[in-house]
C-alpha cells in the first residue's frame, strides 16, 4: 500500500490522530533536541484489557433485530452469534478473528511519538513474555519486548518494552519517577542524562525534577489531523501520518501478533523488502464469498466503526 500510494501520489493520512496533537509533538522535539541526552531504553503500557482468559460461553442467543450478523462476520467462520455484550459493542477488540488486543488497539497510538522521536524503523526482533492467547482471544497483562537497530537517537541498539492490562514497568523503573504515580497509559524514555515520562494525550516531565527544575519546554503548535488531510488533498499541506510513516509501527503490530502467541519466542523480523507481496491471516476463513468480502483485511480490524 505503501509504494503504491506513492507511486499513484495518492494523499494518505492514518488515523492516529494524536500524532498531531501537541503534547506529542512536545515530546518529539524535546528528544530531538537532546534535551536529557540519547535514549538506551524504553517502557511503554496501557492499563486496558482487550483480552479474555476465559473460555466462550456455551449458549446461542438471538440475533438484534436489524443487525446483519451474516454480514458483520464478514470472511471469519460462521458461528453462532452470543449476546451479553460478548460481542457488542465493545466486547469484539479482545476477540482472535474480529480485534487486534490492547497492543494492537492502543498501540499504534501509545507507540507512535516512540517510533517519531527515535527514528525507529521495523524490529530487527520481537519477544513475546506474556500469557499467551486461548484458541478464540487475546490474553491480558502481556509483555512484548521489541529489540530496534541503533539510530542517530539512541546509545546504541534498543529495546521498547510493552505492558498491557496490569502488567507494569519493574519497580526500578518505576522509581526513576521520583514517587509520581504512573499514568494509566503512557511512556517512559530513559536517556544518557535523564529521564522523560509521557502520558497518553497529557504534557511530559523530565527528571530528576532538581536537575531540570530550570529547563523551559520547547514552544510547538498541534495540528487538526483531519483538516491537515483536507487541506492536504486540496494542495495546500502535507499530512504527517502517512503510508510511508505508518509503515515500520505497522510492520511491528504484525509481527507482534504472529509471534505473541508464542511466549519466551524470541523472533528474528525479516527486512523490508523492495517487492510488495501481499500476506494473508492464517485465521480460518469462509470460502465461496462475493469477490469484494475477499480483500484479506476485511474483519481484521474493525477499531473506531
Request: glycine fraction near 8%; hydrophobic fraction near 35%.
Amino acid at each position: 500500500m505503501t509504494e503504491i500510494a506513492k507511486e499513484k501520489k495518492v494523499v494518505t493520512q492514518m488515523d492516529i490522530q494524536i500524532h498531531s496533537s501537541v503534547y506529542y509533538r512536545m515530546a518529539a522535539q524535546v528528544i530531538e533536541d537532546g534535551a536529557f541526552g540519547k535514549i538506551k531504553d524504553v517502557h511503554t503500557w496501557s492499563n486496558k484489557t482487550w483480552g479474555d482468559p476465559t473460555a466462550k460461553p456455551d449458549r446461542t442467543d438471538p440475533v438484534p433485530e436489524g443487525f446483519d450478523w451474516n454480514l458483520w462476520l464478514g470472511v471469519r467462520p460462521d458461528r453462532p452469534f452470543i449476546g451479553g455484550e460478548y460481542y457488542h459493542p465493545g466486547n469484539w477488540p479482545k476477540r482472535l478473528d474480529f480485534g487486534t488486543g490492547t497492543l494492537g488497539d492502543m498501540g499504534c497510538h501509545i507507540l507512535d511519538p516512540i517510533f517519531e522521536s527515535l527514528k525507529l524503523n521495523a524490529p530487527v526482533s520481537v519477544r513475546s513474555e506474556g500469557p499467551a492467547p486461548n484458541a478464540l482471544n487475546w490474553a491480558i497483562d502481556g509483555k512484548v519486548i521489541y529489540s530496534f537497530a541503533h539510530t542517530s537517537m539512541t546509545e546504541g541498539g534498543i529495546n521498547v518494552t510493552w505492558y498491557d492490562g496490569a502488567a507494569r514497568p519493574p519497580q526500578e523503573i518505576v522509581a526513576l519517577l521520583e514517587s509520581k504515580p504512573l499514568p494509566d497509559d503512557g511512556s517512559i524514555f530513559i536517556g544518557t542524562e535523564g529521564v522523560l515520562v509521557l502520558p497518553h494525550v497529557s504534557r511530559l516531565e523530565l527528571f530528576s525534577k532538581e536537575k531540570f527544575k530550570d529547563y523551559h519546554l520547547p514552544r510547538v503548535n498541534g495540528a487538526d489531523h483531519w483538516e491537515q488531510f483536507i487541506e492536504a488533498c486540496r494542495g495546500n499541506d502535507k499530512t504527517s501520518a502517512d503510508f510511508a510513516y505508518a509503515g515500520p509501527p505497522g510492520r511491528s503490530d504484525f509481527v507482534r501478533r504472529h509471534r505473541i502467541a508464542l511466549p519466551e519466542h524470541q523472533a528474528q523480523v525479516e527486512q523490508p523488502r523492495t517487492e510488495v507481496r501481499p500476506r494473508r491471516s492464517q485465521r480460518p476463513r469462509r470460502q465461496g464469498l462475493p469477490r469484494w468480502l475477499e480483500n484479506p483485511g476485511f474483519g481484521l480490524r474493525r477499531s473506531h466503526l
